[in-house]
């Protein structure tokens, strides 16, 4: 039987090495979309993201569009700079036709249009002219980088190529993955008795013994740290990773800036890693992220964080610091802990679990064990896990892993790539992973109303 044929479309980005262009490439990494990081701009491409502050001529960008090309652009307001601003400033007017070529601006009115007009959308296609619409200032793709962004984004894409072929987030056959994470940082504790917390905290895992739960602990507790495992040594769902804590850092609204912290002091909290099982995980102290952190990380060679100051997305993503773009992973969490406030009930929990796992993405949210001596977070949690998790999980279409199996299962599908729609795997190792555990990948077809699964 022959095999049909299929044209892959061939993306290019252009390099500018700023904060737009990791906006735009964390995208496509996130998505394992491929593409191709390029100076200048070739008639071969089928769509160039031009991120602001490029060094592209009005000619270059004039002469691509005249062949037939699409372009999606960052709005460029600065007027000295060469962006599509410049475009216009030299006479180009609304809807003015580029030969065959077609421009999208990516922003948030022209994404919402798109996701809501059916009719509208419909009418947009390559080939046909120009698109100029409504820019929304200071939001780009890099700004507010959530699953909305990244939606709306794969919606223009979609218009651009057609059906995106990529590979799933999570273990074929889940759709969605919740991690619980617990804060086992005593210094801001200092009020509560450690036992205590260390006893309420093992009475939630024995009672949800199949949700797995990663504790953060600061080694400079080292009695407390052996009384832990002392008593996870009878539970198989507990594992161990480090929380960097130093008591010129306060939490809350004492919050200190890490800069208070030299880089060889954030060397000890790593070289004081504990880790108990796979990956080491670092939670940076009051979940901050900066130089120092992501530089000590990669000499220690530890390459996944966990710091909910950088939760600007729901699934793993790559850290970049000053415009540096550094090998390590952020496991963002939630955008608010389990907290004893009025409005943060059960309901508002639940609500926004229910959207990440509807969206196939990651929920992990975290407390610190004193809410377990507080009978009214107490209860919110054992509600949260036991009425929603553990709901969720009996469909067969939640995945509850260990933060070290998550790190490990994005580390491996990070070495995955797409060629003409083959998977291909960067190592044997690679290889071996998928296809000897039951951590199986799959391929799906993303499109704007529905995901099909290929493989």
């Given at each position: 039987?022959?095999?049909?044929?299929?044209?892959?479309?061939?993306?290019?980005?252009?390099?500018?090495?700023?904060?737009?262009?990791?906006?735009?490439?964390l995208?496509l990494?996130?998505?394992?979309?491929?593409?191709?990081?390029?100076?200048n701009?070739?008639?071969?491409?089928?769509?160039?993201?031009?991120?602001?502050e490029?060094?592209?001529?009005?000619t270059n960008?004039?002469?691509?569009?005249?062949?037939?090309?699409?372009?999606?652009?960052?709005?460029?307001?600065?007027?000295?700079?060469?962006?599509?601003?410049?475009?216009?400033?030299?006479g180009?007017?609304?809807f003015?036709?580029?030969?065959?070529?077609?421009i999208?601006?990516?922003?948030?009115?022209?994404?919402?249009?798109?996701l809501?007009?059916k009719?509208?959308?419909s009418?947009?296609?390559?080939?046909?002219?120009?698109?100029w619409?409504?820019?929304?200032?200071?939001?780009t793709?890099?700004?507010?980088n959530?699953?909305?962004?990244?939606?709306?984004?794969?919606?223009?894409?979609?218009?651009?190529?057609g059906?995106?072929?990529?590979i799933?987030y999570w273990?074929?056959?889940?759709?969605?993955?919740?991690?619980?994470?617990?804060?086992?940082?005593?210094?801001?504790?200092k009020?509560?008795?450690?036992?205590?917390?260390i006893?309420?905290?093992?009475?939630?895992?024995?009672?949800?013994?199949?949700?797995?739960?990663?504790?953060?602990?600061?080694?400079?507790?080292?009695?407390?740290i052996?009384?832990?495992?002392?008593?996870?040594?009878?539970?198989?769902?507990v594992?161990?990773?480090?929380?960097?804590?130093?008591?010129?850092?306060?939490h809350?609204?004492?919050?200190?800036?890490?800069?208070?912290?030299?880089?060889?002091e954030?060397?000890?909290?790593?070289?004081?890693?504990?880790?108990?099982?796979?990956?080491?995980?670092?939670?940076p102290?009051?979940?901050?992220?900066?130089?120092?952190?992501?530089?000590?990380?990669?000499?220690?060679?530890?390459?996944?964080?966990?710091?909910?100051?950088?939760?600007?997305?729901?699934?793993?993503k790559k850290?970049?610091?000053?415009d540096?773009?550094?090998?390590?992973?952020?496991?963002?969490?939630?955008?608010k802990e389990?907290?004893?406030?009025?409005?943060?009930?059960?309901?508002?929990?639940?609500?926004?679990?229910?959207?990440?796992?509807?969206?196939?993405?990651?929920?992990?949210?975290?407390?610190?064990?004193?809410?377990?001596?507080?009978?009214?977070?107490?209860?919110?949690?054992?509600?949260?896990l036991?009425?929603?998790?553990?709901?969720?999980k009996?469909t067969?279409?939640?995945?509850?892993?260990f933060?070290?199996?998550?790190?490990?299962?994005?580390?491996?599908?990070?070495?995955?790539?797409?060629?003409?729609g083959?998977?291909?795997?960067?190592?044997?190792r690679?290889e071996?992973?998928f296809?000897?555990?039951?951590?199986?990948?799959?391929v799906?077809?993303?499109?704007?109303?529905?995901?099909?699964?290929?493989?």
């Open positions: 039987m022959l095999k049909k044929l299929l044209k892959y479309p061939k993306i290019a980005l252009i390099n500018t090495k700023n904060a737009d262009f990791f906006g735009y490439k995208v990494d996130q998505e394992k979309i491929p593409y191709f990081i390029v100076d701009i070739k008639t071969e491409f089928d769509a160039v993201i031009l991120p602001k490029n060094t592209l001529t009005i960008i004039v002469e691509y569009l005249k062949g037939g090309g699409t372009v999606i652009s960052s709005w460029d307001f600065l007027e000295h700079q060469k962006g599509f601003s410049s475009i216009i400033n030299a180009v007017s609304s003015t036709p580029f030969g065959d070529g077609v999208y601006y990516f922003n948030k009115n022209f994404g919402e249009e798109i809501r007009t009719s509208y959308s009418s947009v296609s390559r080939n046909i002219f120009s698109q619409l409504i820019h929304s200032f200071g939001h793709i890099n700004n507010n959530k699953r909305q962004d990244r939606t709306i984004f794969k919606n223009i894409l979609y218009r651009l190529v059906p995106l072929t990529q799933g273990p074929d056959p889940y759709q969605a993955c919740f991690c619980q994470r617990i804060d086992a940082d005593f210094p801001i504790s009020f509560y008795s450690k036992d205590k917390m006893t309420e905290m093992f009475k939630i895992v024995n009672e949800f013994d199949s949700v797995n739960f990663t504790i953060f602990l600061n080694h400079t507790f080292p009695k407390q052996e009384k832990m495992k002392f008593l996870a040594s009878s539970h198989n769902n594992e161990f990773q480090s929380h960097g804590c130093d008591d010129k850092i306060k809350k609204d004492y919050c200190y800036s890490l800069d208070l912290l030299t880089k060889e954030i060397e000890n909290m790593l070289i004081g890693t504990v880790a108990t099982k796979g990956y080491k995980i670092f939670a102290p009051c979940e901050q992220v900066n130089e120092n952190v992501l530089q000590s990380c990669s000499d220690l060679n530890i390459k996944y964080i966990s710091a909910g100051g950088l939760a600007k997305d729901d699934i793993p850290c970049f610091y000053k540096k773009e550094y090998n390590i992973f952020n496991i963002p969490t939630s955008e389990f907290l004893d406030e009025p409005d943060a009930n059960e309901a508002y929990y639940s609500n926004l679990f229910h959207n990440t796992v509807r969206d196939g993405s990651l929920f992990c949210i975290y407390f610190h064990p004193e809410l377990l001596l507080k009978p009214g977070p107490k209860k919110i949690i054992s509600k949260f036991y009425y929603h998790v553990l709901e969720e009996r067969g279409k939640l995945w509850t892993p933060m070290s199996e998550l790190a490990e299962w994005w580390f491996m599908r990070d070495n995955t790539f797409l060629i003409n083959n998977l291909v795997y960067k190592d044997e690679t071996r992973f296809l000897e555990s039951n951590k199986k990948l799959s799906i077809k993303w499109y704007p109303d529905h995901i099909k699964k290929v493989i």
